[in-house]
C-alpha cells in the first residue's frame, strides 16, 4: 500500500490553464503539506494542513489554493497558470503537527510542465 | 533567516570508501537534524533523525553527527555502494515550528 499517493504523476497543460493535483495519506498523519521542487532541485515549503487548518503559507502566490476536505487528503488548486509554475510538486505527511521529531512521508512528486 | 547549506553539489567517490556530507546551518538552533535520500523521480525518503543532545547516530553503514557549536552535521556511508548513488537531503525544523526546510542536497555518485 502506498503510504501518500498523489495524482497525476505527470500534468502538460497551457499558460492561463486551471489544474488540481491530488493527495491522499492513509497513514492517519495529522499534518499535510505541499512542497515545490524547482529546475535545481531546491525543494521549498508551500503550504502545510494540520486538522483542515491552514498552519503555513510561504509567500506563495494566492493563484495557489491548497483544498482539504479530510485529514487525509489534500488537494493543490492551480488558477491561471504560468510558465514559471513548471515544476515538480511533492505532497508529504507527518505524525504531529510539524515534524519536529517525527519524519516525514513524501508522495512521488507530480512534474507539472506549463507550455 | 534561517539558512541551510549543504557545501557539495556533487560528489563523486569510488566504491568501498566513506563517503561524508556536509550540513551547515545559520541564524539557527534547530533541535533535530534530519537526513533524507532521494532518487530520480522519486519523492524524498527518510533516512535519520538526531536530536541536539546526541552527538552521534548509527543505522547500519550510515552515521551522522550532529555539532550544535559548530552548526553543522556530518552524514557518513561507509562501505559505500553504487547503490548508494542518489541526492541526499539535510533538513530541519523551521523557526515556528510547523514544517521542514531542506539543504539544496548533495548528489552521491559511486563508481564501481
Known amino acids: 500500500d502506498t503510504a501518500v499517493s498523489q495524482t497525476p504523476k505527470y500534468l502538460v497543460t497551457q499558460m492561463g490553464n486551471d489544474k488540481s493535483i491530488k493527495c491522499e495519506q492513509n497513514l492517519g498523519h495529522d499534518t499535510m503539506y505541499w512542497y515545490k521542487q524547482d529546475s535545481k532541485k531546491f525543494l521549498k515549503i508551500m503550504f502545510s494542513y494540520n486538522n483542515k487548518e491552514l498552519i503555513i503559507n510561504e509567500t506563495v502566490p494566492n493563484r495557489f489554493s491548497p483544498k482539504s476536505p479530510d485529514k487525509a487528503h489534500l488537494n493543490l488548486h492551480i488558477n491561471s497558470l504560468e510558465l514559471g509554475d513548471s515544476a515538480v510538486y511533492f505532497c508529504?505527511?507527518?505524525?504531529?503537527?510539524?515534524?519536529?521529531?517525527?519524519?516525514?512521508?513524501f508522495g512521488q512528486g507530480t512534474r507539472l510542465t506549463v507550455v | 533567516s534561517q539558512k541551510i547549506e549543504q557545501n557539495s553539489e556533487a560528489l563523486n567517490i569510488q566504491e568501498g570508501k566513506t563517503a561524508t556530507l556536509t550540513c551547515n546551518y545559520t541564524n539557527y538552533s534547530p533541535a533535530y537534524l534530519q537526513w533524507y535520500r532521494q532518487d530520480p523521480g522519486r519523492g524524498p525518503v527518510f533516512l535519520l533523525l538526531i536530536r541536539e543532545n546526541e552527538k552521534e547516530k548509527r543505522k547500519e553503514r550510515l552515521k551522522v553527527t550532529f555539532d550544535t557549536t559548530l552548526k553543522q552535521s556530518l552524514f557518513h556511508i561507509t562501505a559505500s555502494q553504487p547503490a548508494d548513488s542518489a541526492t541526499y537531503l539535510c533538513a530541519l525544523i523551521n523557526q515556528a515550528g510547523t514544517a521542514l526546510i531542506f539543504g539544496k542536497g548533495t548528489t552521491l555518485s559511486v563508481s564501481s
Open positions: 508529504a505527511s507527518s505524525l504531529i503537527r510539524g515534524v519536529m521529531n517525527t519524519e516525514a512521508f
